[in-house]
């Protein structure tokens, strides 16, 4: 059974730092790009970023190059989202997702999800 569960959300002021958990169980994860998108309150979604584990590369959105790092351990069967230097406008409901791999992982990948999480909602006071 496939399941994504994403934990770490919360509330901090800018400037702030947060790690989001997601653990991801009952596929492979080296068939599907794994990656984070959010959706801010009256906002179209955005990917924040992707990964391949297969072998590692990973795509930001431009928002938050510098300033997020994408981890992983498959062990576990976790990603993580370590989000620091937060900003207002990082606020929104995170959600960790996988699409089906098919030769690349671009940050539009959540156009395309085969699994999503709930999502964990992170807000950032000014």
């Known amino acids: 059974q496939v399941q994504l569960a994403e934990s770490g959300g919360g509330s901090v002021q800018a400037g702030g730092s947060l790690r989001l958990s997601c653990v991801a169980s009952g596929f492979l994860w080296d068939r599907y790009c794994m990656g984070w998108f959010r959706q801010a309150p009256g906002k179209e979604r955005e990917g924040v970023v992707v990964i391949w584990t297969g072998d590692g590369r990973t795509s930001y959105a431009d928002s938050v190059k510098g300033r997020f790092t994408i981890s992983h351990d498959k062990g576990k069967n976790t990603m993580y989202l370590q989000m620091n230097s937060l900003k207002p406008e990082d606020t929104a409901t995170y959600y960790c997702?996988?699409?089906?791999?098919?030769?690349?992982?671009?940050?539009?990948?959540?156009?395309?999800?085969?699994?999503r999480g709930k999502g964990t909602l992170v807000t950032i006071s000014s």
């Open positions: 997702a996988a699409a089906e791999f098919l030769g690349s992982c671009g940050i539009g990948f959540y156009d395309d999800i085969n699994y």
